[in-house]
């Protein structure tokens, strides 16, 4: 099993650089490649003790149920199939739905916290940072939550002085130490070569 970890703020498009990777997979490899979120394993309801003015904060790594993430990967790596959580962002809770996922060859993992934790890292044949400007994150955040989250312009912006961006510097940002491949702006290229990656170590272990 070949895991590939794919870190970033909220907004650098970890989703959208995740599905370039898998858009460019060789069709060959492509039922052998799968792609699970960070933000499937929040806790099932928002940690009281991370509150800031009242308001939960998702953005600090307490936030996410490491536990079972932790047992998931390694069930991924065992070759073995696992049900993801299905959360609604809306309401801020897990529901009772699930999703299958494996048994495959490769996983590409993303989340804010994809390269925070010494297990799951240890975990990863490839890490990746997407380094974006600040500017950028905010405005594709503000977009995705107003039309995905049905979330209010006041709320995002609120939300953002108050948890996004110090749990970005505090926590989130010192995590590119640990990338493998640092990625700007022009993704198109970063997105071939990590393809190219999945590609031949999949093909290897058919």
């Known amino acids: 099993m070949f895991l590939v970890g794919i870190a970033g703020g909220s907004g650098s498009g970890k989703t959208t650089f995740s599905r370039k990777v898998l858009s460019k997979v060789s069709h060959e490899n492509a039922s052998q490649v799968a792609l699970l979120h960070q933000d499937s394993y929040y806790l099932p309801s928002p940690p009281f003790d991370l509150r800031v003015h009242g308001e939960p904060n998702f953005d600090h790594p307490d936030a996410f149920d490491w536990v079972l993430l932790r047992d ?17 962002f809306q309401l801020s809770c897990r529901t009772s739905r699930t999703e299958r996922i494996g048994p495959c060859k490769t996983i590409l993992f993303e989340g804010i916290f994809a390269l925070w934790d010494a297990e799951v890292r240890s975990l990863f044949g490839l890490k990746i940072y997407l380094n974006i400007e600040a500017d950028i994150r905010f405005i594709r955040r503000l977009h995705r939550d107003v039309r995905e989250r049905g979330r209010s312009l006041d709320n995002i912006i609120r939300q953002y002085y108050d948890t996004v961006r110090p749990m970005h510097r505090e926590f989130l940002e010192p995590t590119q130490q640990y990338a493998d491949l640092i990625v700007g702006e022009e993704t198109d290229v970063a997105g071939e070569v990590v393809a190219a990656r999945v590609n031949e170590t999949t093909r290897a272990m058919r």
């Open 72 to 88: 998931h990967l390694a069930r991924l790596k065992r070759g073995e199939q696992i049900l993801v959580p299905v959360y609604d």
